[in-house]
């Protein structure tokens, strides 16, 4: 086995751990409206295959196409610069945005996951990782051929541990963007997403513009940026779930007495309790009870987004069809005496 090969087991074994952890999280934070766990799989291995293959490639022809205009090989180190701070932010970015697009297509030909900023960010945000997982393995698999055990422990630390969240928060900025777009207007549809393409390139364009151009200053500095903006990540992520939260009361307190009791909704809304609580029935009273309890939770969440879609507009056949299943689901789980407790 070749030492490159022996490195990618390792890398893997090293890089994977965080990386579900990272995908873990961005899943626990869309707790109000889970999306589909094939469709987060579908950005997830858009990521870590599609966009890093076709963002590669792309990036290499880029390159030799300005090294042979100017005259310059392969390696030299202004083509390792341009392909740093351009052609890898540009095609990299863009591949990945076509992921977190075709997750917004799906959802718009008639499953209506993709339809919030928060949408928007966890897709965005999953993408980001698949490309990490994949692109974090290979470097180290590298790194290992070169310096050994030591070489790949030391890279892994700065990339998937400091920097682990780096392309989620940079293709979140698209989804984000998309995310926004799905709420509003035509107008919004055609800005935004391209607003959110252009940060995501340009934080790219900082992370590898910084240690190539400035060394390892420039590369203490990157890391501080990188913070700022994962706390600024987090930050948005906790307004939008707050957001999330505010509807599901909102839309549901005209539904008390009616398909649920005070207790269910506050339940449904809280942030921790009703998770706590499923996991114990999981535990005490078997997966059927859970899974009945989970089955009423989400049908609930999904009729108050339901009504958030009408308030905001939206009618037709389909939306009218998807209320009246939501609200019969949820009355045949009432009379079965299927109660949030």
């Not at 858009?46 to 196409?65: N, Q």
């Not at 910084?210 to 994962?230: E, K, Q, R």
Request: include cysteine; charged fraction near 15%.
């Amino acid at each position: 086995m070749s030492a490159f090969l022996v490195g990618a087991v390792i890398g893997a074994f090293f890089v994977t751990p965080l990386v579900v952890f990272y995908f873990l999280f961005l899943r626990w934070c869309d707790r109000f409206e889970p999306e589909p766990l094939w469709l987060l799989g579908l950005a997830f291995a858009w990521g870590a295959v599609f966009a890093t293959l076709f963002g590669g490639l792309s990036s290499a022809v880029g390159e030799g196409a300005v090294g042979a205009a100017l005259g310059l090989k392969a390696g030299h180190p202004i083509m390792q610069a341009i392909g740093a701070t351009v052609f890898a932010p540009v095609f990299e970015e863009g591949f990945k945005a076509i992921g977190v697009l075709v997750v917004a297509l799906i959802s718009a030909l008639g499953l209506k996951e993709f339809d919030g900023a928060l949408d928007g960010a966890i897709y965005g945000g999953v993408v980001g990782l698949g490309f990490t997982l994949t692109e974090d393995i290979l470097y180290v698999a590298n790194q290992f051929t070169k310096e050994g055990l030591g070489g790949l422990i030391g890279l892994w630390f700065l990339r998937t541990v400091l920097l682990g969240l780096s392309y989620c928060t940079f293709t979140a900025c698209t989804g984000l963007a998309v995310g926004i777009a799905a709420e509003r207007g035509t107008v919004a549809k055609i800005i935004l997403p391209p607003l959110g393409l252009a940060a995501a390139m340009a934080m790219h364009a900082m992370h590898n513009g910084l240690p190539t151009f400035f060394g390892s200053g420039g590369a203490a500095v990157m890391i501080l940026i990188s913070w700022v903006i994962d706390l600024g990540f987090f930050a948005l992520l906790a307004l939008l779930v707050m957001r999330d939260r505010a509807t599901v009361i909102r839309e549901l307190s005209g539904e008390l007495g009616a398909l649920l009791r005070p207790q269910e909704l506050a339940l449904v809304a809280s942030y921790v309790n009703l998770g706590s609580r499923n996991l114990s029935v999981l535990f005490s009273r078997g997966f059927r009870a859970y899974r009945s309890r989970r089955d009423k939770q989400l049908a609930l969440v999904d009729l108050a987004f339901v009504k958030m879609r009408r308030r905001r507009g939206e009618s037709g056949r389909e939306l009218d069809a998807k209320e009246t299943r939501l609200r019969g689901a949820i009355s045949q789980m009432n009379a079965q005496g299927i109660v949030l407790d």
